[in-house]
């Protein structure tokens, strides 16, 4: 069973940057995919950015493209989502999730395994 714990959510002043941690275990595989997506109160839950385990292969979502950039670390078995130019419009509760496939899904019903999440909350 796979095991996905975020880290690294708070309150930051727009214009700033964040570094969200997203610590997997009890699996992995060459054809692995992880993703970031995010859920503000009262609006649907919008996906952020996924990335291919083996290749490193990434993709973005629109609202965040040029300010936001995944990444990860094989040997801490860790994705990350480093978070730029933060906007209060960005201002969500943040979850990792992770699944098996050959491409970057951007819906969230594709992933299997999601972690508990993480607040991130931009001041104007």
């Known amino acids: 069973q796979v095991q996905l714990v975020e880290s690294g959510g708070g309150l930051v002043q727009a214009g700033g940057s964040l570094r969200l941690s997203c610590a997997a275990s009890g699996g992995s595989s060459s054809n692995y995919v992880m993703g970031w997506f995010r859920q503000a109160p009262g609006k649907e839950r919008e996906f952020v950015a996924a990335?291919?385990?083996?290749?490193?292969?990434?993709v973005a979502g629109d609202s965040v493209k040029g300010r936001f950039t995944i990444s990860r670390d094989y040997a801490k078995n860790t994705v990350y989502l480093q978070m730029n130019s933060l906007k209060p419009e960005d201002t969500a509760f943040y979850h990792c999730?992770?699944?098996?496939?050959?491409?970057?899904?951007?819906?969230?019903?594709?992933?299997?395994?999601w972690g508990r999440g993480t607040q991130v909350t931009v001041s104007s």
């Open positions: 999730a992770g699944t098996y496939g050959t491409r970057l899904y951007s819906e969230a019903v594709e992933y299997l395994y």
């Open positions: 990335i291919n385990w083996s290749g490193g292969k990434t």
